[in-house]
């Protein structure tokens, strides 16, 4: 099993510009996140998923779109790249107890 | 919006000392979830707490969850380099990912 994957590993963008990050898990969990990290400011939760179909807005949800039209897939899309999007982001796919299973994480800088 | 604070934020200790950090926090929580995070990679978890007073142990790692459930302790006896990381608390109030919250780290660094 892969566990949950990532892509890109990197990505640099100008400001305004559009990207889709993408995320995969194959453990057949239902719930899944996006968080970002940033220094000293922990994970923050963007969106999350607790099934296909099903969508919600976590803590900093502004500025990015969400849709899980499988059980496998969860893409995280920037609609206008701004500076203040510069950070790590995180997939993870969680059982119903909340255990997150990350994803190794895509750098994402914004000029 | 819960409040996780983890204490120290840095710490550099020698190969085959002690050591203890702390996650505390003003509300309760159902759950609480130690992760580790290495350079460049995801959070891996390594153990979930659930009842007051709940200790836990994971080969030379010790945690524990505070009678108030309110708090939490991560011990390491003769840390190893191979423990360095970022140390990551989270405490979960329902099973919904919009209620786990993360504390912002501790950077721990073990010299060989």
């Known amino acids: 099993n892969a566990g949950v994957t990532q892509t890109p590993k990197f990505q640099v963008l100008k400001t305004g510009q559009s990207m889709t990050l993408q995320c995969a898990q194959d453990m057949n969990h239902e719930y899944m996140s996006w968080y970002r990290q940033d220094p000293g400011m922990g994970l923050r939760l963007i969106h999350y998923s607790v099934g296909a179909g099903i969508t919600d807005q976590g803590e900093v949800p502004n500025g990015y779109n969400v849709s899980r039209s499988t059980t496998e897939d969860f893409p995280l899309r920037l609609l206008s790249a701004a500076p203040s999007q510069t950070s790590v982001y995180f997939c993870?796919?969680?059982?119903?107890?909340?255990?997150?299973?990350f994803g190794p994480g895509t750098r994402l800088t914004v000029l | 919006t819960q409040l996780l604070k983890q204490s120290p934020q840095f710490l550099s200790i020698q190969e085959g000392e002690n050591l203890t950090v702390y996650c505390n926090s003003s509300?309760?929580?159902?759950?609480l979830q130690w992760y580790r995070q290495e350079p460049g990679e995801g959070p891996v978890l390594l153990v979930t707490v659930v009842t007051g007073g709940e200790v836990k142990k994971l080969k030379r790692l010790t945690f524990q969850f505070g009678d108030a459930r309110k708090d939490s302790s991560l011990h390491i006896t003769a840390a190893q380099p191979g423990d360095t990381g970022l140390y990551l608390c989270?405490?979960?109030?329902?099973?919904?990912?919009?209620?786990?919250?993360f504390g912002s780290g501790t950077q721990l660094t073990v010299l060989p």
């Open positions: 993870a796919s969680n059982t119903p107890y909340n255990e997150q299973f």
């Open positions: 509300s309760v929580f159902s759950s």
């Open positions: 989270a405490g979960g109030v329902d099973g919904s990912a919009r209620q786990l919250t």
